[in-house]
């Protein structure tokens, strides 16, 4: 039985959107000076979208949350294999609100930005290639 056409477009929209992310990020770090908290707040957007896209695939429900520990967990359990790679992505968890209002940590430096990037492409890329074409963007 061929999947459902609209759980497929839901889950291609989640990636949709994270590719997009990766997008504003690049933007970010080619700005002048380069905008490296942004960057680094769009890789933890980036993982977060990947994250629940294969879970809406599995049909996990999650809670509204930012954080990629307990969203990781759960895609773990769905696929003990991704373990590992996603645990490495928990650190990008405070990307989402560490340099995001005034008075905060400074912005990161541009190679931890980088970073964070390197490391949310191989989440994202991870949880992408367990997923059917069809879903992909």
Not at 50 to 70: I, S, Y
Not at 107 to 131: C, Q, S, T
Request: charged fraction near 25%; hydrophobic fraction near 45%; glycine fraction near 6%.
């Amino acid at each position: 039985m061929p999947p459902d056409p609209e759980r497929v477009l839901e889950v291609r929209s989640w990636f949709v959107k994270g590719d997009e992310v990766f997008r504003s990020a690049r933007a970010g770090l080619a700005a002048v000076p380069p905008i490296t908290g942004d960057a680094a707040f769009h890789a933890q957007q980036a993982v977060e979208k990947a994250m629940k896209g294969f879970l809406t695939w599995h049909d996990r429900r999650f809670r509204k949350t930012h954080n990629l520990v307990e969203l990781g967990q759960a895609c773990a359990a769905v696929e003990p294999a991704l373990g590992p790679l996603l645990a490495r992505s928990a650190p990008l968890t405070d990307y989402v609100w560490r340099f995001r209002y005034p008075g905060d940590a400074d912005p990161p430096l541009v190679p931890e930005a980088e970073a964070a990037l390197v490391l949310a492409r191989k989440a994202y890329d991870g949880l992408l290639k367990r997923l059917p074409p069809e879903v992909r963007p």
